[in-house]
């Protein structure tokens, strides 16, 4: 990924507390390696594959995130509650949802290796928000993202949402990811 | 010079600094790097994508690469991912790596890396494992990070870290007979919720604390991550010294870093210990805390002992004494976490058996050294939960699918209640067959 876009619209597809990394990605699918590029593809394809049905796609759930034979979901938010992404250190969980499609992340906070992988990786940007969204955006809405002033617009209500300011992450996701942010502050050689 | 934390000051010394304070952003030092089959692929890819097909890692005798995942398995692409373990470690001559079908094989990295002699007090460890953790019971700041971080340490031996406030957990009293660091842990878990320490390092002390052994001590540290915790650690007393001098094979000097008394903590509670009853999680978190006695009668399909949390040869003592002269009621797999243990399990004995007969003469089913169910694995895995079945279990997360099929309900306990019931067939507390 590069530079962080301004705008970002899309559909959200929403989820509960404590989504760990195990329903992001489970690890029988961890046999792929990420960095082969046609392996990378298929963790979009398992991507929240271990939800239990009735927390995919709230407030109703049962809404598959995706068919079993796509690998790319229709949606280009997950809009979730606490701890988002807690559980094992795999990038692979940033990768899937990337791999999916998923372009931002917002959550009311996050667990430390799942930002930090989101981050470093430059595959997503994780926004965090103090309101709780996951009991306000319902699966499908369509979304609209003003980056620069952290603002959601939700078109399908009409409800506007601050987001918290991505803060210190903002130069390494800008630079799109920690290698080429190590290279602007010369932690790296060019 | 303010106080300063334990992991506070080991972070300063590997940021070249004399002072850091919570939330300070810094680059630091790493001593050592460890990978396995699940991320290491993944990890040597991001490392040749940045550094050149041709680039040398900064180390090789800072990178440990220890394969454990997925391992006694017909599955092809996680034998290829043991393929280009081999290949990296031989081109880069890397001294540490563990290879699968070798003598050098372990198993469970974080029991290996001790047994081994890659942890060292003072010390920052990095591994791209979230249980990595565990090794902040030898002194040390250990934590999980990501295959791009560890390419990038791969490459240059740094990374940039931020600096976490300190929470502290005292343990007063004496631990019981029927306890163990398993039932401490799960209750500070329960206690502070799956998200109670994130961001933020667990420091554990006091007299029930150090009464404990190294493996004990592993144990509380190993599931700090449960509860979001970014390290745990245990300041390194007499047992952690003595058993580090034991393991230091390689002789890497090392100087053991300790909290200032006035340093500052975000949090502290204290726990009367001698008071606490066997404690389990409910399924689907770790943080969904009962009293065995809450809970007991419950009925069962499996018991699982393994693992790196509760796969170390002081659980399985514990798991012999109460099974010796018992048959299990129940499927029960017992998984050694390292070839060590292994061995230790067919040379130790009780009551004039080897523990490993003891396990067999109940009817329990022996598995290889490896992380093998606990996290699912491919569908071959020995003790995998291939359907919506309930089981107890030594291990470390029972989130939906954890260790296979998404709707299999799975309960974590020491290993002291799951031997108690895999005897009776239900949730059974472990003072029912301590005498």
Not at chain 1, 74 to 88: E, L, M, Q, R, W
Not at chain 2, 252 to 257: A, H, I, L, S
Not at chain 2, 286 to 309: H, Q
């Amino acid at each position: 990924m590069s530079k962080i876009p301004n705008e970002i619209t899309g559909k959200a597809y929403v989820l509960g507390d404590n989504v760990d990394t195990d329903q992001i990605i489970p690890a029988e699918y961890l046999t792929f390696n990420p960095a082969i590029p046609e392996e990378y593809k298929q963790f979009g394809k398992y991507a929240l594959s271990s939800v239990p049905p009735a927390q995919s796609g709230l407030p109703k759930g049962n809404i598959p995130f995706h068919t079993d034979d796509e690998f790319v979901s229709p949606y280009t938010f997950i809009v979730a509650g606490k701890n988002f992404g807690c559980g094992s250190s795999r990038e692979h969980a940033p990768v899937a949802l990337d791999a999916a499609g998923i372009k931002v992340v917002i959550a009311e906070f996050y667990a430390r290796i799942f930002f930090r992988n989101a981050v470093n990786g430059g595959y997503l940007v994780p926004f965090e928000c103090s309101a709780r969204l996951c009991d306000k955006v319902c699966t499908g809405d369509e979304l609209k993202l003003d980056v620069l002033n952290c603002k959601l617009h939700n078109l399908t209500t009409n409800e506007i949402y601050p987001l918290n300011p991505l803060g210190e992450i903002a130069p390494i996701l800008n630079a799109g990811g920690i290698f080429a942010y190590a290279k602007q502050v010369g932690m790296l050689k060019s | 010079m303010p106080a300063m934390t334990l992991t506070e000051k080991i972070l300063a010394k590997h940021a070249k600094t004399d002072f850091v304070e919570p939330g300070q952003n810094i680059w630091i030092d790493v001593d050592i790097l460890m990978t396995h089959d699940v991320c290491g692929p993944g990890t040597i890819g991001v490392f040749k994508k940045h550094f050149g097909k041709a680039a040398k890692v900064w180390d090789p005798k800072k990178i440990v690469i220890i394969p454990d995942h997925y391992i006694f398995t017909a599955d092809k692409m996680a034998n290829r991912n043991i393929d280009v373990l081999r290949e990296f470690s031989k081109e880069q001559n890397l001294p540490y790596y563990y290879d699968v079908g070798t003598e050098s094989y372990k198993g469970v990295c974080h029991i290996a890396l001790p047994e081994e002699g890659h942890t060292r007090p003072g010390e920052v460890l990095l591994g791209t494992d979230s249980h990595t953790c565990t090794a902040g019971a030898f002194g040390e700041f250990a934590t999980g990070i990501g295959n791009t971080d560890a390419g990038f340490v791969m490459g240059t031996g740094n990374l940039w870290l931020k600096v976490p406030p300190t929470m502290r957990f005292v343990f007063e009293g004496t631990l019981p007979p029927y306890l163990m660091a398993k039932d401490l842990i799960l209750a500070v878990i329960g206690d502070i919720g799956c998200d109670g320490a994130t961001y933020k390092a667990m420091e554990f002390d006091g007299p029930g604390v150090f009464a404990l052994n190294m493996e004990e001590r592993m144990t509380l540290c190993n599931m700090v991550i449960e509860a979001g915790g970014k390290n745990g650690v245990i300041a390194p007393d007499k047992v952690t010294l003595d058993f580090i001098d034991s393991k230091n094979k390689h002789k890497v000097p090392y100087t053991p870093v300790y909290t200032d008394p006035d340093a500052k903590f975000i949090y502290e509670k204290v726990y009367d210990i001698s008071k606490l009853q066997p404690v389990l999680a409910k399924p689907h978190s770790p943080d969904n805390k009962a009293f065995v006695s809450e809970v007991k009668g419950t009925k069962l399909d499996r018991a699982y002992i393994g693992s790196c949390t509760g796969g170390k040869m002081t659980d399985f003592r514990a798991a012999a004494k109460i099974m010796h002269g018992h048959s299990v009621k129940i499927d029960t797999f017992v998984v050694p976490a390292t070839t060590e243990v292994a061995r230790g399990l067919k040379t130790e004995k009780m009551h004039g058996k080897t523990l490993e007969q003891i396990f067999l003469d109940a009817g329990a089913k022996m598995g290889e050294a490896s992380c093998a169910a606990c996290l699912g694995g491919p569908s071959d895995t020995f003790g995998r939960l291939n359907q919506a079945i309930r089981c107890i279990s030594t291990t470390n997360r029972n989130f939906p699918g954890r260790m296979g099929h998404k709707e299999a309900e799975v309960f974590l306990a020491s290993p002291l209640t799951v031997a108690a019931s895999a005897i009776t067939g239900m949730i059974t507390d472990p003072r029912e067959y301590l005498a």
